[in-house]
């Protein structure tokens, strides 16, 4: 496959971890910031082929993974009132609140439906006037601009029984609020590559101006991630800390101006509740009160 394949030739992967043996001078300990490089790192077998002296730290993860009980508490009991017809990402179905989950709630009756994008609840409003259809809005910058993208497609149409309930968070923030923690001792970041599609790699300058971390974004096949820790390894090698994008066929140093544009239009930033992390100041995204009537929390 185009793209992919050649990312994970066994013939470009040996010296690539050869060279990673070598590159290691100094100790790195390195956050990989994003679930998917969580999971490509795993799936690859990487943290196996580690050299002496290199450790991999996973980071904040997932945006359902950090999707607080009581968020999930209230997504079910949005659900469970007549007339309403919840929908969300797949991923979302069995995650616990603090008592069931939305999958319980769909096995007692409740409407719950999966959908592959924020557009397709829009399209089951369409279908279903008689219901509120209440996208469950969880995701970090890649998935905001959509949900935006959504929200104002929404009011063109003039659909009126669709809305949001928002949980979405972004992620420099917070990362910035783990750096400060003095026990973490991370001198590098493994940048994730789907969230800098948007917000680009220049969102990452802050961590090297500030704290002197080592910042490469990599995207998720064997080659990127080798790369990735190969380039963090020669800067605290050399000392010489910066941001570097080795996955230029998706993600920019500026970002996508337009999406930024567009989540800034809907959202505002809000204080917003982590699991596990609790209530981060300024991490997570309200809709704006130009768009109220698409918000669920204020409709419900």
């Given at each position: 496959?185009?793209?992919?394949?050649?990312?994970r030739d066994s013939e470009l992967i040996k010296p690539l971890v050869a060279e990673l043996q070598k590159s290691v001078t100094k100790p790195v300990r390195l956050m990989e910031v994003c679930g998917t490089h969580t999971m490509a790192i795993f799936r690859n077998g990487v943290r196996?082929?580690?050299?002496?002296?290199?450790?991999?730290?996973?980071?904040?993860?997932?945006?359902?993974?950090?999707?607080?009980?009581?968020?999930?508490?209230?997504?079910?009991?949005?659900?469970?009132?007549?007339g309403v017809r919840v929908t969300i990402f797949g991923d979302l179905f069995r995650v616990p609140g603090s008592k069931n989950s939305l999958a319980y709630a769909s096995s007692q009756g409740a409407k719950v439906d999966v959908v592959y994008s924020s557009m397709d609840a829009l399209e089951l409003a369409k279908k279903h006037p008689e219901d509120l259809v209440v996208f469950l809005g969880v995701g970090f910058e890649t998935?905001?601009?959509?949900?935006?993208?959504?929200?104002l497609a929404a009011k063109r149409e003039q659909i009126s029984n669709f809305c949001v309930f928002s949980t979405h968070k972004v992620i420099p923030g917070p990362l910035d609020l783990l750096m400060q923690d003095p026990e973490l001792q991370i001198n590098a970041l493994l940048c994730p590559g789907h969230v800098s599609s948007i917000i680009g790699a220049q969102a990452y300058q802050p961590f090297v101006d500030k704290y002197g971390l080592s910042c490469v974004v990599a995207g998720f096949e064997p080659t990127d991630l080798l790369n990735g820790l190969i380039l963090i390894a020669r800067q605290i090698g050399e000392n010489k800390p910066s941001v570097e994008n080795i996955y230029p066929r998706v993600v920019s140093w500026e970002g996508n101006k337009r999406a930024m544009a567009m989540v800034a239009e809907v959202f505002?930033?809000?204080?917003?509740?982590?699991?596990?992390?609790?209530?981060?100041?300024?991490?997570?995204?309200?809709?704006?009160?130009?768009?109220a009537q698409f918000d669920a929390q204020k409709r419900l």
């Open positions: 496959m185009k793209h992919v394949d050649e990312y196996s082929i580690l050299p002496e002296g290199m450790e991999i730290v996973s980071g904040p993860g997932c945006p359902v993974c950090v999707t607080s009980a009581s968020h999930m508490d209230a997504f079910i009991a949005m659900a469970e009132i007549p998935t905001n601009p959509g949900i935006a993208a959504t929200i505002e930033p809000v204080d917003m509740e982590w699991r596990g992390l609790g209530v981060l100041p300024d991490s997570g995204l309200a809709i704006r009160e130009d768009y």
